[in-house]
């Protein structure tokens, strides 16, 4: 800057009276404040990159992870299952009555007597698995082409609202009109992992950046309900569910038999979604699950609601299976909204992703 400039600057803001002796001071505080708020914003976009490698780095090394068949941890596990299981089933009778019933459909359909407990927070991936484990049970017992439809899902699948359903209100519920051959029954929770899950089952558990999570789960509890759209920021309603997403997280990770991750499971499904079902000892021939993923991808899933009319998923079939009343959604919504991996970038500011 020339000298002739300089000087005009400073005379500018020379205090030569009060009233600019005032006006340098009130000039300095704002450089300060823009200063603060530049560095405030740098360390919020630090800390989100920072945080987002993180859980990347933290997750990656979980992704249907076959180190988690360590046996001590295994065996120590399973033994803890097996001492919680039958601690419920002296106690609490309507665990015995769920159980008990499980058993004797499996001894008669001669299917494992033991589930695959898929557990995860709400819209982290769930419905993804359950289509691609249902449409490979579906192609190799009946060569299926087509994806399942939401309805044909859950009659197939019936234990949701596990651990609930099964240990409060003593229901197991079979499949309806549907062998399952050699393949276990598949249950399902957005609860955290509990000590006698082993003595039910193998875990798999599916987890998504927490952030994106939050958004989908906001356009699922929000946006999507008639009457609800509008009233609330997905920021503020952020706040309210993000202790849930840890509390299943912190339960479930370390304790869960294999866990998926859902980022990987939209970019490279052929690779992790097979390592997992081996550690779940979950049959399949090769050509069968890679049919059942690509029968499953987010697209055919919109496909399949196009087609069907089922846009709203599951939400609107079995209303008795669900542990609340079934919400009314608005005409424009779909379950398969967006699948997008990174959407949290385009509803939360830097600094609230950094809170959160």
């Not at 356009?219 to 999507?224: R, S």
């Not at 919109?302 to 209303?319: A, L, R, T, V």
Request: hydrophobic share 40%; aromatic share 10%.
């Amino acid at each position: 800057m020339s000298d002739e400039k300089s000087g005009f600057i400073r005379n500018l803001f020379s205090p030569t009276d009060k009233r600019s002796s005032n006006l340098a001071a009130e000039n300095e505080q704002l450089r300060a404040q823009l200063h603060n708020v530049g560095l405030e914003l740098q360390a919020s976009r630090a800390a989100v990159d920072r945080l987002t490698s993180i859980f990347a780095s933290h997750i990656e090394m979980a992704e249907a992870n076959a180190n988690r068949s360590d046996p001590v941890a295994l065996e120590s596990r399973q033994a803890m299952g097996v001492l919680q299981r039958n601690w419920l089933l002296r106690e609490k009778a309507s665990f015995k009555k769920a159980w008990l019933d499980f058993q004797a459909y499996a001894a008669r359909q001669n299917i494992p007597n033991r589930a695959i407990i898929l557990c995860g927070p709400a819209k982290s991936g769930n419905t993804l698995l359950r289509f691609v484990f249902h449409n490979l049970v579906n192609r190799t017992l009946n060569g299926a082409t087509e994806t399942l439809t939401y309805h044909q899902l859950n009659e197939m699948q019936r234990n949701i609202g596990f651990p609930h359903v099964f240990r409060d209100d003593g229901n197991f519920r079979a499949p309806h009109e549907f062998n399952y051959s050699e393949f276990p029954l598949m249950f399902h929770a957005h609860h955290p992992w509990e000590s006698f899950w082993p003595g039910i089952g193998n875990t798999l558990f599916v987890v998504r950046n927490p952030l994106d999570t939050l958004v989908s789960y906001w356009y699922h509890n929000v946006e999507n309900e008639i009457g609800k759209r509008g009233t609330i920021s997905v920021e503020d309603y952020a706040d309210t569910i993000i202790d849930h997403w840890i509390g299943v997280f912190l339960a479930s990770f370390p304790n869960a038999d294999a866990v998926l991750r859902y980022e990987c499971l939209m970019r490279r499904p052929h690779s992790v979604i097979p390592k997992a079902f081996r550690v779940l000892n979950i049959p399949f021939k090769d050509s069968n699950l890679a049919d059942a993923i690509e029968m499953s991808r987010f697209e055919n899933v919109q496909k399949m609601e196009d087609k069907s009319g089922q846009h709203h998923g599951h939400m609107i079939f079995n209303p008795n299976f669900h542990l609340g009343p079934t919400p009314d959604w608005n005409p424009d919504a779909r379950f398969a909204r967006s699948g997008e991996v990174g959407q949290w970038q385009a509803h939360f500011s830097n600094k609230k992703a950094a809170a959160l």
